[in-house]
């Protein structure tokens, strides 16, 4: 069974910097498009980014330039890279994996980021 975790949240001033990883037990991304979501409090999940297995990436139109997914497949991670951070990037930021091993959906428990003064 495939299970996704991510790491890396906390709490950051805003101006502030995290790096967010997720790993992939039980399998490789390889082939697969990996994305982040986000979810703030009372509201719907936000697509944040993805990376392709080409290492292409596509972003929210929001959020290009402050933030960036990367890929290392020798460490089978994908990490996204927050900088710049505001107040309104408070919110649990989840990694996926659509139609992926076994054409199944896959997302991790998310892991919670906090900008605050």
């Known amino acids: 069974q495939v299970q996704l975790v991510e790491s890396g949240g906390g709490s950051v001033q805003p101006g502030g910097s995290l790096r967010l990883s997720c790993t992939a037990s039980g399998g490789t991304f390889g082939i697969y498009a990996v994305a982040w979501y986000r979810q703030a409090p009372g509201k719907q999940r936000e ?3 993805s990376v392709f297995a080409n290492n292409n990436t ?3 139109d ?3 330039g402050r933030f960036t997914i990367s890929r290392d497949e020798s460490k089978n991670t994908v990490d996204l890279q927050l900088n710049s951070l505001k107040v309104e990037d408070t919110a649990v930021y989840f990694c996926g994996c ?6 199944r959906d896959y997302w991790g428990q998310g892991t919670q980021v906090t900008v605050s003064l």
């Not at 659509?98 to 054409?103: G, K």
């Open 98 to 103: 659509e139609r992926c091993w076994d054409f």
């Open 58 to 60: 596509r972003y929210a």
């Open 47 to 49: 697509f944040v980014g």
């Open 62 to 64: 929001s959020l290009k």
